[in-house]
C-alpha cells in the first residue's frame, strides 16, 4: 500500500533560519506524482508543488527548494530565510496506485507544523 | 466569485441528526473530493466523483453519503449525525487529464461538532 511519512510533526524557529520539512514516500507504482500542501493558521489548503515520478530535478522558486530524490524516495521541501509568514502546517501527498489497483488516489502525509518566532 | 466555495463554514449539531455540508465550485472540474481532517490522521478521502452521477467511496466512507447531480455541487450528508464525525470537513476539486494528476484545489472548510 502507498504511505507518505513526514517524521517531524512540529519544527519551531527562529526566523531567518533555513529549515527542510521531510517527506518520505512508499509506492510500488513506476509512475507517481509528489505535492507539497501549506495549510496556514486561517485553515486553507494552499497547492505548492507537484513533480512527477520522471523528474528528479530540484526545484527552486523564490525561498522554497524542493529536493526529489527517488534512490531514498524523498521529497524534502527547504524554506530558506523562513518568515513568520511562513508558519503553517505542511503536507506532503503522493498521488499513486495501490499495489494490483487500477485506481490511482492521493495520500497525504500526516503534515509537519512549522512555527516561526521572530 | 471563481473558486471553491463550501457552507456552512461552521456547523453544531447533536448526535443522531442529519446534516448536509455544501460544496460548489465555478471551474467545471470533473472531479470532486470530500476529506476530513483529524488531529493524528491528517486528511483522510470519504468520497469522491469523477463526474455528474459517478460517484465512489474513499478511505472511510461509512457513515456519509454523496450525491452529485450537477457538475458544479458535491455535498456530503451524515445521515446520523455521530460525535467521532466532529471534524474539518474539506472539498476538492480538480481538473480531468494529466493522468489524473492534476493539483486539487480545496475549499475553506466546514467545521463540524457533533454535540
Known amino acids: 500500500a502507498q504511505k507518505v511519512t513526514q517524521a517531524q510533526t512540529e519544527i519551531s524557529v527562529v526566523e531567518k533560519e533555513d529549515v527542510t520539512l521531510d517527506c518520505v514516500y512508499e509506492?510500488?507504482?513506476?509512475?507517481?506524482?509528489l505535492f507539497w500542501y501549506k495549510q496556514p493558521p486561517s485553515g486553507e489548503l494552499v497547492f505548492l508543488i507537484r513533480r512527477n515520478s520522471f523528474d528528479e530535478q530540484n526545484e527552486i522558486s523564490g525561498r522554497y527548494s524542493w529536493n526529489f530524490q527517488k534512490s531514498t524516495s524523498s521529497f524534502n521541501f527547504t524554506i530558506t530565510a523562513s518568515q513568520v509568514v511562513d508558519s503553517a502546517v505542511y503536507f506532503c501527498a503522493l498521488w499513486a496506485r495501490n499495489s494490483g489497483g487500477s485506481n490511482y488516489k492521493l495520500t497525504f502525509g500526516k503534515g509537519t507544523l512549522l512555527t516561526v518566532n521572530p | 466569485d471563481a473558486g471553491i466555495t463550501q457552507s456552512p463554514r461552521y456547523k453544531i449539531t447533536e448526535t443522531g441528526r442529519q446534516v448536509t455540508l455544501m460544496c460548489h465550485q465555478t471551474?467545471?472540474?470533473?472531479?470532486m473530493f470530500w476529506y476530513r481532517q483529524d488531529l493524528g490522521h491528517g486528511l483522510r478521502l470519504i468520497y469522491y466523483?469523477?463526474?455528474?452521477?459517478?460517484?465512489d467511496k474513499g478511505e472511510v466512507p461509512d457513515g456519509y453519503v454523496v450525491s452529485r447531480s450537477k457538475t458544479e455541487n458535491f455535498p456530503l450528508t451524515l445521515e446520523s449525525a455521530t460525535r467521532s464525525q466532529t471534524s474539518v470537513y474539506f472539498c476538492a476539486s480538480r481538473a480531468s487529464g494529466s493522468g489524473g494528476a492534476n493539483e486539487q484545489f480545496f475549499g475553506p472548510g466546514t467545521r463540524l461538532t457533533v454535540l
Open positions: 466523483s469523477a463526474a455528474a452521477d459517478i460517484t
Open positions: 471551474w467545471s472540474h470533473s472531479y
Open positions: 509506492t510500488r507504482d513506476t509512475t507517481y506524482y
